[in-house]
């Protein structure tokens, strides 16, 4: 994958289509308010598909956040869908303020890609990691060390979106896809790593370290 950085993420563009024209007509025409509102649309859109350039930290065995958002979780648990084992849970909910672009949070290669369909609960209830509609990659870096990460939709969101497939290869820090309108990420790590954030705590896609491998 190779990553160009636009101020505003490609996905956003076709959104920014309607309300641009609508403007233009109605600064033409003289019609102020519908003018206005068409402006603000404009703004809105361009906020929420948001792409800020990010400081990639250095430190070697860091692990970096995969989304910006509100951590609403950080524990032990069993993952026995993909990784059938015992992994350490960070997830980390995006709400319409957020940028909604997803970053790799190790170096590595893609060795699966698992689309589920499902349903659109609120994305910070818990259940939602089991029912919602949610994308699923599993990446391994050089030295076989392993991280699932699963996009969820949310309440609002209804389009997941991913570049990655099965046999790519990521950087550290890399855009690999965003969620439309609210939404999730969870991220699965060995019990081994040591959590750096807490509940509560806001992080940014690409720049805060969620852990530290061993």
Known sequence: MTETHWPI??????FLILPFLVAVLAFGMGWWIPASLAVLAIL?????????????????????????GKIIYVGECTEDRLLK??????????SVFDVHLNRAPVAGRVL?????PGRFLVASREKSSLLNEQNALILETEDRFKVLLIQIAGFIARRIVCYAKAG????????????RFGSRVDLYLPTDVKPLVSVGQHVKGGESIIGCRP
């Open 85 to 94: 084992q015992r992994a350490l849970k960070v997830s980390i909910f995006m």
């Open 168 to 179: 790519d290869s990521v950087k550290r820090g890399e855009i690999f896809g965003l969620i």
């Open 9 to 14: 993420a490609k996905e956003g563009i076709p």
């Open 112 to 116: 699966e890609r698992n689309y589920h």
């Open 44 to 68: 809105f859109i361009a906020f929420f598909f948001r792409n800020p350039r990010r400081s990639i930290p250095a430190q070697h065995n860091a692990i970096l956040s995969p989304a910006d």
